[in-house]
């Protein structure tokens, strides 16, 4: 499995961004995606998560704001991030896992559970 993102870059605070994450690789038909962020200093933490079944958990600091989705066609997730703050400033990454299903509430504050992982992409929030 191989993931690919794109779409960071350095915004003002009030704008958006879509990232999008190519995948490739990915056979098996139960799956999760998700999207993280490591902040300098911090810890990685889960920003929006999705399961093959369709069902989605964002974290507390995103929802509203941010949406994760995927196109099967173009083998692509993405995560709309709009009314961005200095807060989001982070690599954001996203992350892949199959196997047995855990409830997508669960995978989003577990990064270990996912195996497959991109290389990340900066998103830079100034005031």
């Known amino acids: 499995v191989q993931l690919v993102e794109s779409g960071g870059g350095s915004v003002q605070a009030g704008e958006s961004l879509r990232l999008s994450c190519a995948v490739s690789?990915?056979?098996?038909?139960?799956?999760?995606m998700g999207w993280f962020r490591q902040a300098d200093g911090k810890g990685r933490e889960g920003v929006a998560a999705?399961?093959?079944?369709?069902?989605?958990s964002y974290a507390d600091s995103v929802k509203g704001r941010f949406t994760i989705s995927q196109d099967n066609a173009k083998n692509t997730l993405y995560l709309q991030m709009n009314s961005l703050n200095p807060e989001d400033t982070a690599m954001y990454y996203c992350a892949a896992r199959t196997g047995v299903r855990v409830a997508v509430t669960v995978i989003l504050f577990h990064p270990y559970l996912f195996g497959y992982w991109g290389q990340g992409t900066q998103v830079t929030v100034s005031s």
């Open positions: 999705l399961n093959s079944d369709g069902r989605t």
């Open positions: 690789g990915l056979t098996y038909s139960r799956y999760s």
